[in-house]
Each structure stands twice: as structure tokens, then as C-alpha cells.
């Protein structure tokens, strides 16, 4: 019997260890057909995640950032112990024990799913294994998986040291709300940094992983909060944290940035502008989209912030007066449903929804708000951001009267003359505080609108190409479209300096007379017939005279006897299109450009003739500190030198390349400076010397003005994105001058700005600004203009040549008085401060001359 046991027992032995063999036989060819063609976990060594992009200012500022994937990568010894401890608790307590996997924790969450029926089956990954998923593997659930995590996490754990690891999982674990990263979810979360979080905090961060969807912390409040308290317990249990410290932080509420409680990471930032916006577009060509939004960039920007915020000012102001102006009511076109507004709890929460498209947010002093009753002569609004107080807010009467309201079928009603004439209860509306310039007090809300009227400005340091400020249109969150880089408009008369500056270098000289008389031109599509913007001929004029009033027909006669291709060739030179065509009209601006390509080149004629390109940008560094794009090249020839002689700065060498003779950069300037004192941009008032031209297209469908001190340039253009006449008295000096003037006079405080560089290897004469005959040296008189020339450049005023073009001029041309203004009407300064125009009488032609001004 006891023979017959032992043999049974004996017998069954010799199955089990033969049963134990082929398991393990057939686990170990398991996993040997799976260990092939694994992923390499070398790669984990050369790990570079995707991490944000940010912007600074030259001051160091943040002012944006840009990301795919939001991760602030954080380097593990960076990464604060409380945190560490709080994942560790919560994902794998046994982290820095196992060799990559957990057979007891693998074994405890099989026998829980068999006692559940499979109803409870929790994972046992260790975060090794969670590693290997999220870097080498898939994310599907299956037993292939999950065999081809286990290799890969042991040999991971023999390759890597158990820091490393951590550090790998604890920036790139997904946290929810587009944050990967323990450190961009804290400041996702709580507005913090990992060191500044309270344990349960950091017990929240850790609670997430194990789905980040399903623990909102507004939707699912009571879920993570269990969660959180888990991973506190299990803190607490692995001696990470006090039984008191347990005990306090499980009792705290769940607080959170979603909720409310802490303000966002975003709002410490200025609105996403233009600026910001253009260097995403410029970077992401130069280094591809995938490198700017995960690459962990540092861009350090040329924005002077100060600056951005006046020229946006300065524009919105001149876009708003135009469009008040006209008198028509749009609103937003928004409208909340009366059911909404009940209460002002439900009133804030449609009003908030309310997109930034329809309402921007990003103009100055300007909030959405929505009518909320309307009286017998006044409309109560609700107003976003502003406490309701026992009066309530009110637009009143007196603030509608400017506007009419368009009627169904596209006719005007009559003017405005109560609040509900433009309003109806539900309208969302944009307001602003009317206050006392005196003392800044309160007067009354009065309502204001987005203008249709578009335009664009611009302004850069006229030596480095730094650009200082620029905006694309009146608000970014309006309209994304960047009417300074993107827009191509006609630059009009603007473009004439580079027409004249051809001339100058091929013989001409700012008193060379040229005939200003009718033209008549066969074109393919028929007789052209350009004209002056003031529909009369002056005859034989000075070169000077003929930019100062921005006379077409001179403008075309020179380009004519120069040669178009001469002229087409100087433009692209200066990069104001590339290519030109030679076309007589585009003598006259007729040939589209952006305000990005024409303010480098006339910044050009500023800096004397030498090239330069326009940046956003000054430096580029990756996510190591390295300096991967610079945009000042210039050589710095002492800056190594521990001591400098006294009284002597660091010498700075420049390779640039000389786009024309200095001495014709300097004769541009000085013609430019006689279109501000006397000219078409007479409107221009600043403390220091400044030099600019308007341009006026036909019709006025585009309006510009583009002016440069000493040391910035700056340009502003405004027209209908569609284009259409912008009507009577719409010109560069009346609509673009204002804005140069209320953005350079902040600038000039900054910036400076001195009397222009005389360069050598020219002289001085004196001639008669309005005849161009020479006179003595010592003449003196209003009629007199000092010329600074080359030698030789004077030859052909000797020869008593006068430049037609090879137009004749006709006989019995009536002719008008010497130095006679062209462009429009005349700009005045009212006793209130206001700028207006004189207009010109009308004559037929005038306003559809069919040629640009």
C-alpha cells in the first residue's frame, strides 16, 4: 500500500516537473519569438520630447508661447521628492525594488479579477512598463503587448538607472487638459511650480494617470477627490508623509484653476497679438512645424512692448474715427436668448461664451456686454469683467446719436435719436468708458463697434532691421489675417522714391526740370490717360517739386526717359517686388506689395544706401541653450578686449551689402524731408527731423503714409480688405499721418533722433526750388533750396535740357501757380486739436481720375 502511495506520488511528481518543464519551455519561447524585432530601448538614452516654444521680449518678458504637446521638461533632480513620492505611491510603490516588473503586484491583480468575476481587473504595470508603452510600444490592450513591456522593461532597468527612468515617465505621462509633464500639468492645474504644491496637490497630479479623462476636476469633483485621498493614504502607508499631514490634506477641498480658484498661467500673458502670431508663421517655414511647436525653442523677439502697444492704439483709434465717422450701426451680431438672462449668473455664463471673433477682447479698454432692458430713452447692459452695482449700467441716449441702423433691405433709418432706435434686449455690444481727460473720471458707457476699414503698421530700426512694433489690423482676436506681412496692396504714390532714385543715379538731380502736362499712352486695353490728383498740369517743374506734391505725370515722363526696366530693376533691388513689370503704370505704384517689403526698403534710403532685412526675430536658441539663428551679423572688433582705451567704444565692422550711392540715399532724404515740411505729408509734426511720403490710390482705395526718422521707420497704410473707395478727403496725409504721428512721437522719447548724416564725396549749391536755376551761394530767401551733389551730376541742368519723356507738352496748356499742393485738400489743426480738411474744389475728373496719386 505504502509502495503503491509512493509510486503515485512519485508518478505524479514526474508530471508536475515534466508540466513545469514545457510551461516554462513554452513561456520561454513565448518570449523568445517576441524579444525579436523588438523597438530598441536605446533611443530612451536620446530622449527629446516635445516641449513648449516660448517667446521672450528684449527685456526678458514672456510674452507667448506655442506647443503641440504643452510639456515643461524638467530634469529629475529638478523634480521636488513630495512629487516624486506622490506618483511612486500611486503608480508602482515598488519602483526601486523590482527589476522592471512587479510578479507580486501581477499575481495580486490576477486573484482579484478572478474573486470578481473580472468585474474588478486593475493594471499592475510598473512604471517601467509604463514607460515602454508610451515610448516603444502601442497602447492597445493585449496579451502581446503586454509580454513584449516585460522584456523590454527588464532590459531597460539593467540599461538605465532607476532616476533616469523616473525622470522619462515623469515628462511624458499625459495629465490631461493638453498637459504632459508633472510640470506643465501643476501649472495647467494650480498656476504653480512643482516646488510651490501642497501634498495634496501633488496627490491630485498623481491621481491622474490612471485616467485623466474620467478626474476633471469640475465635471468629476467627487471622483478625483476619492482618488486623491487613495494616493495620500499610500503615501502615508509607505512613510512618505506624516499621519498628521494625512490627515490635514485629505480634508482640503479640491481646488483647481478650472475651477476658479487660482488664476490662469495664460492671463499672466499679454493677448496673443500680430507680433507673436507672424513669428509662428516665419519660424515655422524656416524650421519646420514640427521643430517650432515641440522643439523647446527660446526666441527672443525684437517687440518693444511699450511700442506694440501704442501703434496698436494709434491705428485702432484712426480705424475707429474713420468708421464712427460714416454713421452706420452693425454691432457684433450676437445675440443671447432671453431665457439666458434671468439672472446675472446665466447672463455672465452667454455672455462669456460669446467667441473673441465676434467680441474681441483685446482692444484697450474695451468689454463685451449684452442689453438687459431697454428704457424709454437709455438701454441697461450687463457688461463683462464690471461688477453690477444698485444703479445698474446704462448706455444713455446722447451716446447713439452719431449712428443709423441699417434697415432689412439695406436702406438707413433715420439717425439714432433713443437707445432701442440701435439696440434690442438680448444684443451683445462692445463698450468703453467715456472718461474726463482732465481728471480721468467717469463719465458714461458708451458703445463702439469693430470697423469694417481695415490697415496695417509697422516700425523698425532703420539700421538693424529690428522691427519694434507692428500690427496686422484693428484686433488680432477680430481677425487673424496680418494686413502688414499678408495683405498685397497698391502702395500708390509711396512707391515714387524709387522711381526718382533711379533717376537720380542716372544722371538726373533733385532740380532737374521735368514737364508736368497731359500724357496720353496706347495700352492693349486701351488709351491710358494718367493725371494729377488735383486734375491740372503745372508745366516745367523741378524734380523736387514733382515728389514734394506727388505729381503723376512728372512721375511717369521720368520713368519713361529713364526706362521702365531701369526703374523695375531698382525695385527689385530694393525688394519692393520681386519681379516688377515694366508696365508705365507701376511707375505710379499700380503693382500690389506688402507694407513688410516696403518699409525695409525704406529703410534703406535711411540708413544711407546699405541693405537691410526686417526681423522679428534677434535670436534663436534650442531647448540645450544653443544659438541656432542670429540676426545681427556685424563684427564686434574689441568686444573681447578686457580694456578699452578712454574714450573709446567697441568698433563694430558691417559687411552689408550697398544698395545705392550714399549720396542719393542722402538727396532722397532730403526730398522726402521737403514732402513733410511743404508737401503732401505736411500733416507731420515731430521734434526731430523726419522725411516720409503718402500715397493715395485711385479712388482711395488704399491710403499710406511711410515717414523715418534719423533712426526708426515707420509705415501705416488703411483700406477696405475688399477694396472699395474709402470717399471724399481719404488720404495718406489726412487718415495714415495722424497715425505716424501719435506712434512717433512716443518713439522719438525712446528712440531719438537726430539730423540726418551729410555722407562725403558730394557739395552744396543753392537753387531756385521753384524754377531750378542755380543761384549764388550766398542767395537767401524762402524760394531757395540748398542741393547736396555729386561731382558731375550738375552736367545736365548745364546743357538747359528739360525732361518730357518724349510726350509733347500741348500748346495753350493752362498752367497754374508755382508750388501749388496737389494731393487733395489741405490739413489743418483745429483750436480743438482735431486734424481736417480743406478740400479743393471739384472739377470734372477729380475724383475718378483713373490714375493713382
Request: proline content about 5%; some cysteine.
Amino acid at each position: 500500500m505504502i509502495r503503491f502511495i509512493l509510486s503515485s506520488l512519485g508518478g505524479l511528481f514526474s508530471w508536475i516537473v515534466t508540466a513545469l518543464f514545457f510551461g516554462a519551455l513554452t513561456v520561454g519561447a513565448i518570449f523568445w519569438m517576441y524579444s525579436r524585432n523588438l523597438p530598441s530601448h536605446e533611443q530612451l538614452a536620446q530622449y527629446t520630447p516635445k516641449t513648449i516654444s516660448r517667446i521672450y521680449s528684449g527685456e526678458g518678458r514672456l510674452i507667448d508661447e506655442f506647443a503641440e504637446e504643452r510639456r515643461i521638461f524638467v530634469p529629475i533632480q529638478d523634480i521636488p521628492d513630495l512629487v516624486k513620492n506622490a506618483f511612486i505611491s500611486a503608480e508602482d510603490k515598488n519602483f526601486y525594488i523590482h527589476k522592471g516588473y512587479d510578479a507580486r503586484g501581477m499575481l495580486a491583480a490576477l486573484v482579484q479579477a478572478v474573486k470578481s468575476g473580472g468585474k474588478d481587473v486593475r493594471g499592475a504595470s510598473t512604471i517601467t512598463q509604463q514607460v515602454m508603452k508610451n515610448f516603444l510600444l502601442s497602447s492597445d490592450r493585449s496579451m502581446e503587448r503586454k509580454i513584449k513591456e516585460l522584456i523590454l522593461a527588464s532590459r531597460v532597468e539593467e540599461a538605465l538607472s532607476k532616476d533616469r527612468i523616473l525622470e522619462l515617465y515623469m515628462n511624458e505621462i499625459f495629465l490631461g487638459q493638453n498637459s504632459y509633464g508633472v510640470a506643465a500639468a501643476a501649472q495647467t492645474y494650480f498656476n504653480k511650480t512643482l516646488s510651490e504644491l501642497a501634498p495634496h496637490e501633488a496627490a491630485m497630479l498623481a491621481a491622474m494617470p490612471a485616467a485623466p479623462s474620467s478626474f476633471h476636476p469640475v465635471r468629476n469633483m467627487e471622483k478625483l477627490q476619492g482618488r486623491r485621498n487613495y494616493v495620500l493614504r499610500e503615501m502615508a502607508q509607505n512613510g512618505y508623509i506624516s499621519e498628521e499631514t494625512y490627515q490635514s490634506e485629505r480634508l482640503m477641498p479640491v481646488k483647481s484653476v478650472q475651477n476658479g480658484d487660482f488664476p490662469p498661467f495664460r492671463d499672466q500673458l499679454p493677448p496673443r497679438d500680430y507680433f507673436t502670431d507672424e513669428i509662428r508663421r516665419q519660424l515655422s517655414k524656416t524650421f519646420g512645424q514640427d521643430e517650432f511647436f515641440g522643439g523647446g525653442l527660446t526666441i527672443r523677439a525684437t517687440v518693444n512692448p511699450d511700442m506694440q502697444a501704442v501703434a496698436a492704439r494709434a491705428l485702432q483709434n484712426a480705424l475707429e474715427k474713420y468708421d464712427r465717422g460714416l454713421g452706420i450701426w452693425r454691432g457684433t451680431g450676437v445675440k443671447i436668448e432671453a431665457d439666458k438672462l434671468g439672472s446675472e449668473a446665466d447672463w455672465r455664463a452667454a455672455l462669456a461664451a460669446v467667441p473673441t471673433d465676434k467680441a474681441p477682447r483685446d482692444v484697450a479698454g474695451w468689454h463685451a456686454a449684452v442689453v438687459l432692458e431697454l428704457g424709454e430713452q437709455d438701454a441697461r447692459i450687463g457688461i463683462e469683467g464690471i461688477e453690477e452695482d444698485a444703479d445698474g449700467h446704462w448706455i444713455p441716449a446722447e451716446d447713439v446719436t452719431w449712428a443709423r441702423k441699417r434697415l432689412e433691405g439695406g436702406k438707413l433709418a433715420a439717425r439714432a435719436k433713443r437707445a432701442s432706435d440701435l439696440l434690442e434686449v438680448g444684443d451683445v455690444v462692445l463698450v468703453r468708458a467715456m472718461t474726463k481727460d482732465a481728471d480721468g473720471s467717469f463719465i458714461r458707457w458708451t458703445l463702439r463697434q469693430v470697423p469694417l476699414v481695415e490697415g496695417g503698421f509697422m516700425a523698425m530700426d532703420v539700421n538693424t532691421g529690428r522691427v519694434i512694433a507692428m500690427q496686422g489690423g484693428f484686433s488680432y482676436q477680430s481677425s487673424v489675417f496680418n494686413r502688414a506681412t499678408q495683405a498685397m496692396r497698391q502702395p500708390g504714390s509711396n512707391f515714387k522714391p524709387f522711381v526718382y532714385a533711379a533717376a537720380l543715379d542716372s544722371g538726373f538731380t533733385p532740380e532737374t526740370i521735368v514737364v508736368d502736362a497731359p500724357i496720353e499712352v496706347n495700352t492693349p486695353q486701351g488709351l491710358w490717360r494718367p493725371k494729377n490728383a488735383s486734375n491740372k498740369f503745372y508745366g516745367p517743374t523741378p524734380m523736387r517739386t514733382g515728389l514734394e506734391q506727388s505729381r503723376n505725370l512728372m512721375t511717369v515722363r521720368i520713368a519713361q526717359e529713364i526706362g521702365m526696366e531701369t526703374v523695375a530693376q531698382y525695385a527689385e533691388k530694393f525688394g519692393v517686388y520681386n519681379p516688377m513689370q515694366p508696365f508705365l503704370a507701376n511707375a505710379l505704384g499700380a503693382q500690389e506689395t506688402t507694407m513688410y517689403q516696403l518699409i525695409s526698403a525704406y529703410a534703406m534710403f535711411a540708413n544711407g544706401g546699405e541693405r537691410v532685412e526686417p526681423t522679428l526675430v534677434d535670436r534663436v536658441q534650442d531647448r540645450w541653450g544653443r544659438t541656432i539663428y542670429r540676426h545681427d551679423q556685424r563684427i564686434c572688433e574689441d568686444c573681447q578686449k578686457e580694456i578699452l582705451t578712454a574714450g573709446q567704444g567697441p568698433r563694430v565692422t558691417s559687411s552689408r551689402e550697398r544698395v545705392i550711392d550714399p549720396v542719393t540715399a542722402y538727396q532722397m532724404i532730403s526730398m522726402m524731408e521737403g514732402v513733410v515740411a511743404r508737401g503732401s505729408g505736411s500733416g507731420v509734426n515731430l521734434p526731430v527731423p523726419v522725411a516720409g511720403k503718402t500715397g493715395t490710390t485711385n479712388d482711395a482705395k488704399d491710403v499710406w503714409f511711410t515717414g523715418f526718422t534719423s533712426n526708426i521707420v515707420a509705415s501705416c497704410y488703411m483700406g477696405y480688405d475688399q477694396p472699395r473707395g474709402l470717399g471724399r478727403g481719404a488720404y495718406g496725409g489726412t487718415l495714415c499721418v495722424p497715425v505716424f504721428n501719435e506712434f512717433m512721437r512716443e518713439a522719438v522719447k525712446v528712440y531719438g533722433g537726430t539730423r540726418f548724416k551729410v555722407p562725403p564725396g558730394g557739395y552744396w549749391a543753392k537753387f531756385n526750388r521753384f524754377t531750378g536755376e542755380r543761384l549764388p551761394d550766398d542767395a537767401t530767401g524762402d524760394f531757395v533750396q540748398a542741393e547736396y551733389l555729386r561731382e558731375g551730376q550738375e552736367g545736365m541742368l548745364g546743357l538747359g535740357l528739360i525732361v518730357d519723356g518724349g510726350f509733347a507738352m500741348g500748346a495753350n496748356l493752362p498752367l497754374f501757380a508755382q508750388g501749388e499742393t496737389d494731393e487733395g485738400g489741405t490739413a489743418v489743426t483745429t483750436s480743438t486739436g482735431q486734424t481736417k480738411v480743406i478740400p479743393k474744389k471739384a472739377d470734372f475728373g477729380t475724383l475718378t481720375s483713373g490714375g493713382l496719386y
